[in-house]
């Protein structure tokens, strides 16, 4: 196995670059292709609960809810086709995800976010007139189709796009357009549910075609990235774009290294199978465990289901959906601060902290629900002071998952792929997001209706071990380059071990067969 020798970066370079107004409103526009998941997040799990939505397309679960007042409180949405429309929208997430890094990798990611919005426009439209259990199927599929390639773009375009020193920062505003999608959602479920005649889901639905709009012309508007040109033998072009961005002349450094990258990048035929590649090892193990960790927070159950979970703990149709209104405000905020920390305090102190307070309250909110509910769900009658309580400590879990795992969990895999595999591994990383999402959103219900209030303490288990695992295996990218981040691994105790690197501390990439 020859080695080419292209060698990145010493490690110790510092690219010049000020964080021009081209750069914050290019990656504000891509980042809002975040807003079109969040839209859809927030909107499903209050569209369930609409009795009229119900009795059109699942009368069985309407029948059971309404005649069902004594049956046992955890089993009352337990429901496999309402299940099953939340997330079918996930598998086909999952399977354009791996397209989506084909045209990605291949004509850039301006072409894939443009694919995105197009596909989730389509869906929310056939999803708004849906007349029929297979058109809302057939609308979450394309919705889903169209999150697979925006999911797989933006943070990709958002990561290479950044200078450095402001990647976390400029790179979250992703998660924070998921979060404003989330609640702009969950605002309008809670005025389109109390239309008369009962058509408002219909408008929920169908209103994701705004968002969908705004990414749609917005790729259409974006420049594309200068490694993404350079990826494609635009290389003159390429430099003129990152002078720009970078609002400085001496771009030379950088481009150098971006050049080297994708040298070593074509020299790889396969980066699928590359993956596999033992020096690609640490890559491979973040992309598969940060977004299934991201998952196993159990942060979904709160934000698909809050009303439904609300609505189980004893709140009426109009406050359950009124606190998940609040549990979303508490979402946009703490991704703020999130925003704010993130090139600051670093990557691993979040995800630390965060993991720490999502634990406690996750077994405070097992506990509480444990005490009222016990084992048969059948809590008498619910003081006003325990639901406030049960609220409060669901937005401190909420609060801390959207300063920790929930931006980090895009963030940290965008900014650690060495150019070569960067595509593939995103959508790897996209990927095991999806699936873990699924598993979660369909059986979440049936969880709740068999392990009770343990299913908390499930999750809490997962947050444990995912934060010993940051603990111990993710090293700090905070403030490094993203063409020198095999220095991080390079340095890192157990990591050092895979990755190569020669006596000078530089890098050798690009070996081929
Ligand atoms: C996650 C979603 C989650 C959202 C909540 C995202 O980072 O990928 O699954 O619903 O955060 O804000």
Not at 423 to 447: D, G, K, Y
Not at 489 to 509: A, L
Request: charged share 15%; net charge neutral; proline share 4%.
């Amino acid at each position: 196995m020859p080695a080419v020798g292209i060698v990145i970066g010493d490690g110790n370079r510092e690219y010049p670059g000020k964080l021009t107004l081209y750069v914050t409103m290019t990656c504000i526009v891509a980042a809002m292709g975040g807003l079109i998941f969040g839209y859809d997040i927030g909107i499903s799990g209050g569209v369930t609960t609409m009795e009229s939505f119900q009795k059109e397309f699942f009368p069985s679960v309407y029948e059971k809810q309404k005649n069902d007042h004594e049956s046992n409180k955890y089993c009352k949405f337990d429901s496999i086709p309402l299940t099953l429309f939340t997330s079918s929208l996930y598998l086909a997430a999952l399977c354009s995800c791996v397209v989506a890094s084909y045209v990605t990798r291949a004509f850039g990611r301006k072409l894939s976010m443009l694919l995105g919005g197009v596909l989730f426009c389509a869906g929310a439209l056939l999803n708004g007139f849906a007349t029929a259990v297979w058109m809302l199927i057939v609308g979450r599929l394309l919705l889903g189709f169209g999150i697979g390639f925006t999911n797989q773009s933006v943070p990709l375009y958002l990561s290479e796009m950044a200078p450095y020193k402001y990647r976390g920062a400029l790179n979250i505003g992703f998660q924070l357009s998921i979060t404003i999608g989330i609640l702009v959602a969950s605002v309008l479920n809670f005025f389109f549910s109390k239309i008369p005649g009962g058509w408002g889901w219909r408008l929920s639905l169908g209103g994701a075609v705004v968002p969908a709009l705004i990414i749609t012309v917005g790729s259409l508007i974006l420049p594309d990235t200068p490694n993404s040109m350079i990826e494609r033998g635009r290389f003159k072009q390429a430099e003129t774009k990152l002078r720009k961005i970078r609002g400085v002349d001496n771009v030379e450094d950088e481009m150098d290294d971006l050049i080297a990258a994708s040298e070593a990048s074509k020299l790889v035929e396969h980066p699928w199978r590359n993956l596999l590649q033992r020096k690609y090892r640490p890559h491979l193990t973040m992309a598969i465990l940060i977004p299934s960790f991201q998952q196993l927070t159990g942060i979904n159950v709160i934000m698909f289901y809050a009303p439904v979970l609300f609505q189980t703990i004893g709140f009426g149709n109009d406050a359950a959906l009124m606190s998940a209104v609040v549990t979303g405000l508490v979402n946009v905020g703490a991704t703020v601060v999130s925003i704010y920390g993130v090139d600051k305090w670093g990557r691993r102190f979040l995800f630390i902290e965060g993991g720490l307070q999502m634990l406690i309250s996750q077994v405070a909110v097992a506990a509480a629900i444990g005490a009222k509910f016990g084992v048969d769900g059948n809590p008498g009658v619910l003081p006003k002071w325990y639901a406030i309580v049960v609220v409060l400590f669901i937005c401190i879990y909420v609060a801390a998952f959207a300063w920790s795992w929930g931006p980090l969990g895009w963030l940290v895999p965008s900014e650690i792929f060495p150019l070569e595999i960067r595509s593939a591994a995103q959508s790897v990383t996209v990927s095991m997001n999806m699936i873990f999402t699924f598993i979660i959103a369909q059986v979440f219900l049936m969880m709740l209706c068999h392990m009770k209030f343990g299913l908390f303490i499930f999750f809490a288990f997962f947050v444990a071990v995912m934060s010993v695992f940051i603990y111990v295996f993710l090293p700090e990218t905070r403030g490094v380059p993203i063409e020198e981040m095999n220095q991080v691994w390079r340095s890192h105790w157990y990591w050092s071990r895979f990755v190569d690197g020669d006596e000078n501390g530089r890098v050798e990439m690009g070996k081929v067969h």
